[in-house]
């Protein structure tokens, strides 16, 4: 049984990948920074580094998930967890076919839900703590999201009308950092004389012959802000997965720090499958459907989305990064007015995060009497 828990870990790691990679890497696209492959090899990347980093900063997420849902001393079978998997993979991948994006996190909540009703009743489940740690979290996050990228937005548009066409050159062979503005006016930052020679003549434009070094724009930002959210997204997702295999323990702790290092190294892994083999058809919803982006809009919503998911990370609390990320786009939309959002994309939107808890506490709750019966 435990070889299949395991395997049901890893399978709903791979389908939480094929939702959520999308939700980092949208604004890329959707701003015309880069093509889709590119920006999902991108988050691809950064979520698997924060999958992997979260078994060091995500204790308090386990613990909320693994134990802070039920009642202590409730002996919990291992089909208990079992149907949790199931039920929550077989509608993350089903809304992954779909292109809608969805809840891992609201997936998962329905599922304990659903299988603690038809293992217990639902006596054994902490009614308060599922409103209080889960529900609520997962309610005014979408509404604190938007207003968040609504507010950011006016800072991120003066600061990118100010840097548009402007690039900082960092050039180690002359141990130089060169900036240069949209108008071709550059100045030297800083001169390391003592270890090159001084720079006497600087190109108008960070790609001409004779300038040889790194350069970072106003893209560049953008790229930084989505490897950060999708960082986040694998902190704040691959917790909750690992959870899973800890369900009803006492303490949450782990038998093993290997046992633990295997277990967050196999999600992180399997979400990265997921986010590259998969991750197209969301993102493609995101990035074309919600509203059209610039690379103020785009810095805006990457912010309040990392932001929002680090912070909640950090403290427990069980955000989903689909409401938050999708909610900032929406946000950014709506500062160009109400005709700017594709109204009917969002419909769907909120009609899938709706149906996520009744349909994956029914799926949970089938999951559970056949295993049962099963085993």
């Known amino acids: 049984m435990e070889l299949l828990t395991f395997t049901l870990v890893l399978a709903l790691a791979y389908a939480n990948g094929t939702n959520d990679v999308s939700k980092a890497i949208a604004t890329l696209v959707g701003s015309g920074v880069t093509n889709y492959r590119a920006a999902i090899l991108w988050g691809t990347f950064w979520t698997m580094v924060g999958a992997g980093a979260a078994a060091l900063v995500a204790g308090a997420m386990v613990k909320t998930f693994s134990q802070g849902l039920v009642q202590a001393g409730t002996s919990i079978p291992p089909t208990v967890a079992m149907?949790?998997?199931?039920?929550?993979?077989?509608?993350?991948?089903f809304a992954s076919h779909a292109g809608l994006p969805v809840s891992t996190t609201h997936a998962l909540t329905g599922a304990i839900v659903g299988a603690g009703l038809a293992a217990f009743a639902g006596e054994a489940l902490l009614w308060p703590a599922v409103i209080k740690k889960?529900?609520?979290?997962?309610?005014?996050?979408?509404?604190?999201?938007?207003?968040?990228?609504?507010?950011?937005?006016?800072?991120?548009r003066w600061l990118s009308a100010r840097w548009e066409g402007t690039c900082l050159c960092v050039m180690p062979a002359s141990h130089a950092l060169i900036t240069v503005d949209a108008q071709g006016n550059t100045r030297t930052l800083f001169q390391a004389t003592t270890l090159a020679r001084p720079v006497m003549a600087i190109p108008s434009q960070c790609d001409r012959t004779g300038l040889q070094g790194l350069v970072v724009g106003l893209d560049t930002v953008h790229w930084l802000s989505s490897g950060l959210a999708s960082f986040a997204r694998g902190t704040n997702d691959a917790p909750k997965i690992v959870a899973m295999l800890l369900l009803g323990s006492a303490t949450a702790t782990w038998p093993s720090s290997s046992f633990q290092l295997t277990a967050f190294g196999g999600v992180a892994l399997a979400m990265m499958l997921g986010s590259y083999i998969g991750g197209l058809r969301v993102t493609k919803v995101l990035a074309e459907n919600v509203t059209k982006l610039d690379h103020a809009q785009g810095l805006s919503a990457n912010l309040a989305t990392s932001s929002l998911v680090l912070l909640s990370g950090t403290l427990g609390l069980p955000v989903s990064t689909t409401h938050v990320s999708s909610s900032a786009i929406i946000g950014i939309g709506l500062r160009k007015g109400v005709g700017a959002v594709g109204w009917s994309t969002v419909r769907d939107m909120v009609l899938a995060w709706i149906v996520t808890l009744p349909a994956t506490a029914l799926l949970a709750f089938v999951s559970y009497w056949i295993l049962s019966t099963a085993f």
């Open 83 to 93: 149907a949790v998997l199931a039920g929550a993979m077989a509608w993350v991948l």
């Open 134 to 156: 889960i529900a609520l979290p997962l309610l005014f996050s979408p509404l604190l999201s938007l207003a968040v990228s609504w507010l950011v937005y006016p800072l991120m």
